[in-house]
């Protein structure tokens, strides 16, 4: 059975950073694109980063384009987000996603991803 988990969460001071990491089991991980997403307190989840199949194209929202870094490794079936530059703002629920593509689209949709992790707590305080 199909299943992603996040690991990883947890408090930092703004300016300091975190690694979260994802493990999927029962889906095609090395031929499926797959993202990480996020809920801020008051605003909708977002798509902030997807990777390719094979790690070659990334893509970043604005909001998180040079402070965090997606990775993967199709071997172990995991995902990494690398956050530096932390800010106040990034606090909310992060969520790792599988999707059923080989590439990803120019922005990281909800809609593309079909197995998702249960999400992990950031908090970032000022």
């Known amino acids: 059975q199909a299943q992603v988990r996040e690991f990883g969460g947890g408090s930092a001071q703004a300016g300091g950073s975190l690694i979260l990491s994802c493990a999927a089991s029962?889906?095609?991980?090395?031929?499926?694109?797959a993202g990480w997403f996020r809920q801020v307190p008051g605003k909708e989840r977002e798509g902030i980063s997807c990777i390719s199949w094979s790690g070659g194209t990334t893509v970043y929202s604005d909001s998180v384009r040079g402070r965090f870094t997606i990775s993967r490794d199709n071997t172990k079936k995991t995902l990494s987000l690398q956050m530096t530059k932390l800010k106040p703002e990034d606090t909310g629920i992060y969520y790792c996603?599988?999707?059923?593509?080989?590439?990803?689209?120019?922005?990281?949709?909800?809609?593309?991803?079909?197995?998702w992790g249960q999400g992990t707590q950031v908090s970032v305080s000022p």
């Open positions: 029962g889906v095609t991980f090395a031929s499926d694109s």
């Open positions: 996603a599988v999707s059923d593509s080989l590439a990803c689209s120019g922005a990281t949709r909800i809609s593309d991803f079909h197995y």
